[in-house]
């Protein structure tokens, strides 16, 4: 194993500041580098380093631990704008690379610099492995996070079997895997891979825009993640169970928040594209996976990912799936959803879209209150909407638009509620007003088409429409 140090092997101090320095790991072996030093403290600042992890060919194996600045940075120090990437894997090779911005842990008063961090590349068949936290491991006290750009490894495997441990996984978090006490995330910008191949191949993005875990009176930052796309073969079968390419998953702030008083960043989330021969499954929440106690949403913008150029005769599923929560899958407590902007995937080309819509959650109990939530269709997409989510003991919808836009496809909202003062929006060409559409109720549903053919089904309802329930242009 290589150790290469920056400055020093030892401690950074006093008003020290690093030197800008440049070092790769050796190829084919396993590597641990440091921008400055194994410690600062005080009021130590990290140089602005550019560092590089080993690459792996033929059958090697290579593992890289790459940080910035130091393993611990703690009291007033500041890490360096540092740019780090990871390595790469050629033949039938495997690497597993994890980039840390500045330091592997962070307390005290300690802030991140502004780093850019970037995943290697793979052309293998073999596994990548690239996770990049652009700050920490965990950042504990008064830390604070730095304003990261981070992007995943691109991936061209010539075969991907999950089953074999084959293909790209990327997992790439704005600030560190655990924002605990007083910790503030930064305003991050945090790009998925992309995967193309003219064989079978899969990649896996995980995205956060803070960390995975938040706890205490940690606050997270207003991020920027963007799935990555897919040009390859579409599907991969394996025993029988058919796969997308490419599994996007984005989370706005953290996995699972635990903290009565956190409030969501106000975050952009944007699902991953299919082009040419290309599948992908989004998952978007513009919180976490889990919002509980007394934590709020932030009011975040949400859109799915589109498809160019695809369609697979024979399959029984959409070429682009989109499933995405405003705040999360599930919120309970009393939890109040933010006020968010959700826009489904558009069908471009001659493949399909499927988007799911909810606008704060799959599942709201307790005394949950969910937001004013805007839901807008994607173009000649099927669009599934749900304002709220699924109400249950004492939770409360809040007031949502369902916007309907020119050659919207087939949509079907399931929870509008006049109570709630829901409304529809038809922005479509030619439809003025209540009396340029159909409408007409069909068993226990409301079927409401315009005369390109679209049409929206209001799933359960069937009470008479009033000109207040409608907006348009």
Not at 247 to 259: E, K, M, Q
Not at 446 to 459: E, H, R
């Amino acid at each position: 194993m290589a150790t290469i140090f920056g400055d020093t092997s030892g401690t950074l101090s006093g008003h020290r500041r690093g030197a800008a320095q440049n070092r790769v790991g050796i190829g084919d072996e396993d590597n641990v580098l440091y921008g400055d030093a194994v410690t600062m403290t005080v009021k130590a600042h990290g140089g602005d380093d550019t560092l590089a992890g080993g690459d792996a060919t033929s059958v090697a194996f290579a593992h890289n631990r790459v940080f910035g600045d130091a393993e611990s940075m703690t009291d007033k120090t500041r890490g360096g704008n540092d740019s780090i990437s990871g390595g790469s894997a050629t033949g039938q090779a495997s690497v597993v690379s994890n980039v840390y911005g500045d330091a592997f842990l962070m307390s005290g008063s300690a802030r991140g610099g502004d780093d850019v961090l970037v995943g290697g590349t793979s052309a293998s068949t073999g596994r990548l492995t690239t996770l990049l936290y652009g700050d920490a491991d965990q950042m504990n006290g008064r830390a604070r996070g730095g304003n990261d750009r981070i992007t995943g490894s691109d991936g061209s495997p010539s075969s991907g079997n999950p089953f074999a441990g084959e293909g790209v996984q990327n997992g790439l978090v704005g600030d560190a895997r655990v924002l605990a006490d007083s910790a503030r995330g930064g305003n991050d910008t945090i790009t998925g891979g992309n995967v193309s191949a003219a064989n079978a191949a899969l990649m896996f993005n995980d995205l956060w825009g803070d960390a995975e875990l938040i706890t205490g009176s940690a606050k997270a930052g207003d991020d920027h993640l963007a799935g990555g796309s897919a040009d390859g073969v579409g599907f991969l079968v394996f025993s029988g169970i058919v796969l997308p390419n490419l599994f996007n998953n984005l989370l706005g702030d953290a996995s699972v928040i635990i903290g009565d008083n956190f409030r969501g960043g106000d975050d952009t989330l944007v699902g991953g594209n299919a082009t040419g021969s290309g599948a992908v499954f989004n998952a978007l929440y513009g919180d976490a996976a889990e919002l509980a106690g007394r934590a709020r949403g932030g009011d975040d913008s949400l859109r799915g990912g589109d498809n160019t150029d695809n369609d697979f005769a024979g399959f029984a599923f959409a070429e682009v799936s989109n499933i995405i929560y405003g705040d999360a899958a599930v919120i309970r407590g009393t939890v109040r959803g933010g006020n968010d902007l959700l826009r489904g995937g558009d069908a471009v080309g001659a493949g399909d879209v499927e988007n799911r819509l909810f606008g704060d959650a799959g599942q709201l109990t307790g005394s949950t209150r969910g937001g004013d939530d805007r839901l807008v269709s994607g173009l000649n997409a099927t669009d599934h909407m749900f304002g709220d989510g699924l109400l249950q003991d004492r939770a409360v919808g809040g007031r949502d638009q369902f916007v309907l836009i020119d050659s919207f496809g087939e949509d079907f909202v399931y929870d509008f509620r006049r109570a709630d003062h829901d409304q529809l929006v038809f922005d479509v060409a030619g439809i003025n007003g209540i009396g340029d559409l159909d409408v007409a109720v069909v068993g226990g549903d409301t079927v409401i088409t315009v005369a390109a053919g679209d049409q929206v089904t209001l799933v359960g309802f069937t009470a008479a429409l009033a000109p207040s329930d409608f907006l348009f242009g």
